[in-house]
């Protein structure tokens, strides 16, 4: 027999001990979430919890949920201190709803005991817990992400890579990409080893395209980085609405290390700044670098902000 009678009690017993301006943060911020997510208002409980299909049942592939996420729309809010049970965060401004959360705002204040085992009973036959949690690694933020290829991420957000028309290109002449490439590795491994990562591998060091470090930044990035081959010449680049969510993906993830803390995070920042200064020359002759335009940014301030700001949420 499913625990999930018991664990939605809980759940809720938990919610009913908060502050009545905490429940109703939560609620507010996940319904307007919910809007954000659907295009719509919470309508029928049943009809609600056939529209999370799509990312709830048990038959979706981490891959769908990926793709789910980067449809997503950011909530025009500050999240609260919200269980995971109601609601999985994919970048600091948006995520999903969970069907636990849909009961909550199904049932407002109402605790009569039928009504709410009715309920129950129709979330039990939608799907497990279990599933929830697939849902999670699927669009952890930063959770899979290796130190390269966040030293990567800060490459681009140091070199100013920021929309298609300031999109790092990648030489279609082999010798021109290896060159390429040993430089903006550099940048990368200076980060990642600040933080406790491994060198970049020599093989990575030679070129950006069939390279494993550039590849994950596309796949793992929840759409805010793009990799583009356009007539034969492969180009990568941060969407420019997604810098932020970049950022705090990158920050969520050092958050989640262990041997990482905000004296590494500054020196990780201040690393790959010197090393970035160092190939600037080489990046401005080939015409590869944007860093102008982004100059009134303090980067390395930004991560240790937006780092504190991801110790502060809830695991």
């Not at 502050?19 to 943060?25: D, F, H, I, L, P």
């Not at 891959?63 to 919200?82: D, F, G, T």
Request: charge should be positive; glycine fraction near 6%.
């Amino acid at each position: 027999m499913s625990d999930q009678p018991q664990r939605l009690g809980a759940l809720l017993g938990s919610f009913d001990s908060l502050s009545s301006e905490q429940r109703e943060a939560i609620v507010t911020y996940l319904r307007e979430a919910w809007i954000a997510q659907t295009g719509s208002a919470p309508g029928g409980f049943s009809v609600d919890l056939e529209s999370l299909q799509r990312v709830f049942s048990p038959e979706v592939t981490p891959k769908s949920i990926r793709a789910a996420a980067q449809s997503l729309i950011a909530v025009p809010r500050e999240r609260p201190n919200i269980p995971a049970e109601l609601y999985l965060p994919v970048t600091s401004r948006a995520g999903f709803v969970t069907p636990e959360g849909r009961l909550l705002l199904e049932l407002g204040d109402d605790r009569e005991v039928t009504h709410l085992l009715d309920l129950t009973l129709r979330l039990v036959r939608f799907y497990g817990s279990t599933h929830r949690k697939v849902v999670a690694r699927a669009v952890s933020i930063g959770g899979d992400l290796r130190p390269q290829t966040l030293g990567f991420y800060y490459f681009l957000l140091l070199n100013g890579c920021l929309g298609e028309s300031h999109a790092l290109m990648v030489p279609k002449d082999r010798r021109d990409e290896r060159e390429l490439a040993t430089a903006v590795m550099r940048v990368a491994e200076a980060f990642s080893t600040s933080i406790g990562g491994s060198p970049v591998a020599t093989r990575e060091r030679t070129r950006l395209t069939s390279n494993w470090i550039v590849t994950e930044a596309h796949r793992q990035s929840m759409g805010a980085v793009r990799l583009e081959d356009i007539q034969g010449t492969t180009r990568c680049f941060v969407v420019e609405s997604r810098r932020g969510q970049l950022l705090g993906m990158i920050s969520a993830s050092l958050a989640k290390r262990r041997a990482v803390d905000l004296t590494r995070v500054r020196l990780a920042a201040e690393t790959a700044q010197s090393t970035y200064s160092d190939i600037l020359p080489r990046l401005k002759s080939w015409g590869l670098t944007w860093e102008r335009s982004v100059r009134d940014h303090d980067l390395g301030l930004e991560l240790e902000t937006a780092y504190v700001k991801s110790l502060q949420v809830p695991k």
